[in-house]
């Protein structure tokens, strides 16, 4: 603005007007459409808002389609589609059939905001969303919605929101459970270097606080080796671990990189075990040339069990898909998006008993449930916003043999020290 030159009066009153009119629609469009707030009774007597009418119930896929957790997109969008159909096939949740919205967004945040501004008006839920920093950016949005989420993305920075909804244990507490492993089963020693090769942003961030709590607490240290998700050739961060001399390594990660580093280590003579987050598997390595250096070196910490559990709700679920999806691979993904949307679909119908299908309702009915399990794997705490919903890890195996390539080697537990390490986190 030139000060010494100012515009005509009415060219600024002019101005004025138009950016106060802006300011009022932006400000209607989020509090009245958006923020579920505003309700109306449906010809049922059940409150509405966003989403709902008096047929149907919309909720909202935020996806990962093209980006580095493709293979895991496709299979939780399709687990939740079968969760939809079963559902409408059943009568419906409330009387209402439900939609699924679904949205890719690449694992680009920028992409993911603009597609969580596109649907947010119109879907009451949402039981998908994939990537900590996806979530990270759009946490202030789905608060002021009041958009009860269940991410596909386990940071303890997404605690401590109300519709914010992190399913089972957090980044951290898979690896004290992953240390915890590989010191009970004398793969690790007093003295040792444990390597970890960690993305950046909150997902490495957080596993690393796991770690190297563990590791403290062990009298072990952590060599640390942080990537990008674009970062798929890992010959750099095998070749500092060995330089380091490291005993074992975690990796929370893609699972790209995951491939490259047992791949590489194993080539390069550092047959040391590898530990991975439950997001740095897929079953689909084991097609690949380091197939036989994950079965020799790799375990995976997961708050779910594998596909091939004999659990009774898993056999059910994988049956299901096997016929709705003839020929696709069954792994970690269907899981967690079944059970996210059977989750969705329980908090929906008890908000429906109490008469309102407002988000904030919604919201309520999911926090009012502190022994929730739907037979997919251990129960879970929803009432405590600050707490992971689950404090125990299960301990996997690759396996081409296996469905999902996956089997179990320990049950779900919870490792030594987690209580005192969330004491201490506060």
């Known amino acids: 603005m030139n000060v010494k030159h100012p515009r005509p009066r ?3 009153t002019a101005a004025l007007a138009a950016a106060l009119a802006a300011v009022l629609l932006a400000g209607t469009a989020c509090s009245s459409k958006a923020d579920g707030g505003s309700t109306d009774d449906a010809a049922d007597g059940v409150k509405s808002g966003p989403g709902v009418s008096d047929k149907t119930i919309r909720l909202g896929a935020l996806t990962d389609l093209t980006g580095p957790y493709a293979t ?7 687990a939740q589609q079968m969760w939809a159909d079963e ?34 008006p119109d879907v009451v839920a949402l039981p998908q969303v994939i990537g900590s920093p996806v979530v990270a950016a759009l946490l202030d949005d789905i608060e002021r919605d009041h958009m009860l989420t269940f991410p596909q993305a386990w940071a303890a920075s997404l605690l401590g ?22 010191t009970r089963t004398k793969k690790l020693a007093k003295g040792d270097t444990i390597g970890h090769v960690y993305f950046e942003g909150d997902y490495g961030a957080n596993a690393l606080e796991g770690s190297e709590w563990a590791a403290e607490q062990a009298g ?5 080796q942080k990537i990008k998700a674009t970062d798929t050739d890992l010959t750099a961060q095998v070749s500092a671990l060995s330089k380091a001399g490291v005993k074992a390594i975690l990796i929370s990660a893609g699972p790209a990189q995951t ?17 991975s987050s439950a997001p740095g598997y897929a079953p689909q390595l084991l097609k690949t040339p380091a197939a036989a250096a994950l079965e020799a070196m790799v375990h995976v910490v997961s708050a779910a069990p594998a596909v ?26 269907v899981l967690s998006g079944y059970n996210a949307a059977q989750l969705t679909g329980a908090d929906l119908k008890k908000a429906c008993e109490g008469g ?26 929803f009432s405590y916003v600050t707490a992971p919903a689950s404090r125990s890890t299960y301990v996997l195996k690759p396996d081409a043999k296996a469905l999902g390539g996956l089997v179990g080697v320990e049950e779900a537990h919870k490792a030594p020290g987690v209580d005192a390490y969330l004491a201490g986190r506060g």
């Open 72 to 78: 895991l997109g496709k299979s939780i969008v399709q």
């Open 161 to 182: 929101r109300d519709s914010v909804q992190v399913l089972g244990t957090t980044y951290d507490l898979d690896m004290i459970a992953a240390v915890d492993f590989l």
């Open 220 to 224: 072990m240290k952590v060599a640390g």
């Open 259 to 275: 491939a490259s580093l047992a791949g590489l280590a194993a080539a390069r003579g550092l047959t040391v075990p590898i530990v």
């Open 308 to 333: 091939s559990s004999d659990l009774p709700g898993v056999k059910k679920m994988v049956a299901s898909y096997q016929k709705a999806y003839p020929g696709e691979p069954v792994d970690s993904g």
């Open 356 to 381: 309102s299908l407002a988000r904030q309702d919604v919201v309520k009915a999911h926090r009012s449930q502190k022994n929730a399990d739907t037979g997919l794997g251990t129960p879970q705490n």
């Open 10 to 12: 009415a060219t600024r």
């Open 87 to 120: 559902t409408n096939a059943a009568g419906g949740i409330c009387g209402r059939q439900v939609e699924i919205v679904v949205k890719d967004h690449g694992y680009d945040v920028q992409k993911a905001v603009t597609a969580y501004a596109d649907i947010a």
